[in-house]
């Protein structure tokens, strides 16, 4: 009797799965394949080539891939390597408290490309992946001008509290802060613009409308201590390193592939007023994979003209931590990181950190997230390249998701009462 043993069965996404195959002739080429659709019905697939050991087993924590979408020994690669059926579409998980991902896993005991109506696997099995944990608490909020969701941990509390924001791509994306939730934290996924009442194009950038949320996450009774952390992407980035250059309420920031200026677009804070450094466009570069490269159309903030455009980090409250991918094709953010660090050190702030992942591109996520090399963007005529390399990247998934959460207790200081 053929068999597939996946374990946990029901797991979140940043937890590994254990998956074994047996019952097999010994020296057999197998194919293991997971696909998965996503909240639209959208395919995503992957597969992976295996040789079966003398007893007729193979584990993927020991045995080597041979060859398919990935090779070597990687115990997660069906999950990393999940790709789009139709090109250039990122899985993205909406609702992230309703329902998990399925995720079909199938045993082929020969070598199969691609599978046809007529073939049947010779063993399946349907795992449950799930964006939050038993008891994790979503809070839809609209609290003057904030718009976000609140994620809550089970329990009394009170929690460190972290805002958590995305890039140019606009709207509310939940799926990180739902798992920091699970992790201990309470999370506000903050929108700032192309969602609810929120402008549908991000112009002028209110610091305002920041510190309102900081303010508001502070204030919640659930939240501990006398600050917030932040963590944010691309855009959000910028963002947060607005946040924490001007914001008391900001204990500790993350930032994921971002830059050292305001770029673009204004920023506004009562009286000041930052002007962004203008994107070069012509600088596009249209890729091998028909996709746009954008890390070219963005200025060197050293010149004369842009040192106002800088943040001064150096104000900062806290430390600030630079998560950044040498792979980037969104961002040279590794630069930018670099210059951080410089002009802090100059200033004689010590605890601004840069951590370079080698392999990995722009989309750095949460463990279990698959590997998005190209995917569309609403503000662009062709999808966007991010950059990377599978399996470093997604290496880069795992560690960074607990250096994150390790830098942010260790920051975020957690009082022992509740303000209930």
Not at 68 to 76: I, Y
Not at 169 to 183: D, K, P, Q
Not at 341 to 361: F, H, L, M, N, T
């Amino acid at each position: 009797m053929v068999g597939l043993t996946v374990s946990p069965e029901i797991s979140l996404v940043d937890e590994p799965v254990k998956i074994q195959a047996w019952g097999l002739p010994p020296d057999q080429i197998i194919t293991l394949r997971a696909w998965v659709k996503d909240e639209k019905g959208q395919l995503f697939n992957s597969r992976a080539f295996y040789k079966t050991d003398m007893e007729g087993k193979v584990d993927l924590e020991k045995s080597t891939a041979t060859g398919g979408d990935f090779h070597g020994v990687c115990p997660m690669g069906l999950f990393w390597a999940l790709k789009p059926t139709t090109p250039f579409l990122r899985l993205i998980k909406r609702d992230v408290m309703g329902s998990p991902f399925l995720v079909h896993l199938e045993l082929y005991s020969s070598l199969m490309l691609n599978p046809l109506p007529g073939d049947e696997p010779a063993a399946t099995k349907v795992i449950e992946r799930w964006h939050s944990a038993p008891g994790v608490q979503r809070i839809l909020i609209r609290e003057g001008r904030v718009r976000g969701a609140l994620f809550l941990p089970p329990g009394e509390g009170p929690f460190p509290g972290v805002i958590d924001m995305f890039g140019g791509v606009g709207g509310l994306l939940e799926f990180r802060s739902s798992l920091l939730a699970s992790r201990g934290f309470a999370s506000l996924a903050l929108a700032y613009f192309a969602y609810d009442d929120l402008p549908s194009f991000l112009g002028e950038v209110d610091l305002k409308y920041f510190e309102e949320a900081a303010q508001f996450l502070c204030d919640h009774p659930k939240v501990s201590g006398d600050g917030v952390g932040v963590v944010a992407i691309c855009k959000g980035a910028e963002m947060a390193l607005a946040m924490a250059s001007y914001l008391p309420q900001v204990a500790a920031t993350v930032c994921i592939n971002g830059t050292n200026a305001v770029n673009g677009n204004n920023l506004v804070y009562g009286d000041l007023l930052v002007n962004g450094i203008p994107y070069i466009v012509e600088r596009l570069l249209v890729t091998d994979v028909l996709s746009l490269s954008v890390a070219n159309t963005m200025e060197d903030p050293r010149k004369p003209e842009y040192q106002d455009s800088i943040f001064p980090l150096e104000k900062a409250r806290g430390p600030i931590l630079f998560m950044v991918g040498d792979k980037d094709e969104n961002y040279n953010s590794l630069f930018f990181a670099r210059e951080a660090k410089s002009r802090a050190e100059k200033y004689g702030k010590k605890d601004v950190y840069v951590q370079c992942y080698p392999g990995a591109g722009h989309l750095i996520e949460p463990p279990g997230s698959p590997f998005c090399l190209v995917s569309q963007s609403p503000f662009f005529p062709l999808p966007l390249n991010w950059g990377g390399e599978l399996i470093p990247h997604c290496r880069a998934q795992e560690t960074s998701w607990k250096e994150l959460q390790e830098f942010l207790r260790t920051n975020i200081r957690c009082s022992r009462r509740n303000k209930l």
